[in-house]
């Protein structure tokens, strides 16, 4: 992946001499990266793959509309960490002891 300035002086560049490789120094790109694309002629954002999958279970699924009208006090509270340690302690079979959430920090 490149970023989209490298992108608009790779392409710039090939639009003024034609040479891919000359082009992809120029921009700071591998060689073989230019190639694609300048082949696709589309910047990285359009050839980037959308994700659209989940990589895990959802942990919270099963308990969340239990969770939702527990969250909107919390939005105006200063100590969100601590309404979260509270429903690990509600729901420990979901939400177990030792998770990343387990050493959020009090306010």
């Known amino acids: 992946m490149i970023t989209k300035r490298q992108y608009q002086r790779l ?6 001499s034609g040479q891919v ?4 120094m120029k921009a700071d790109v591998h060689s073989q990266t230019a190639r694609k694309y300048v082949r696709a002629d589309k910047p990285p954002d359009e ?3 959308k994700h659209t999958w989940r990589t895990r279970a959802d942990p919270l699924e099963a308990i969340w509309p239990r969770v939702e009208p527990m969250l909107a006090p ?3 509270s ?3 960490p601590a309404a979260f340690r ?5 729901h ?3 939400l ?3 998770g990343p959430w387990h050493g959020f920090p009090a306010l």
Not at 86 to 90: T, Y
């Open 11 to 16: 392409m710039s560049e090939y639009h003024g």
């Open 96 to 98: 177990p002891r030792g």
């Open 78 to 80: 200063a100590d969100p």
């Open 74 to 76: 919390v939005a105006v």
């Open 21 to 24: 490789g000359v082009s992809a």
């Open 86 to 90: 509270g429903l690990a302690f509600r």
């Open 47 to 49: 050839l980037q793959a």
């Open 92 to 94: 420990p079979r979901v």
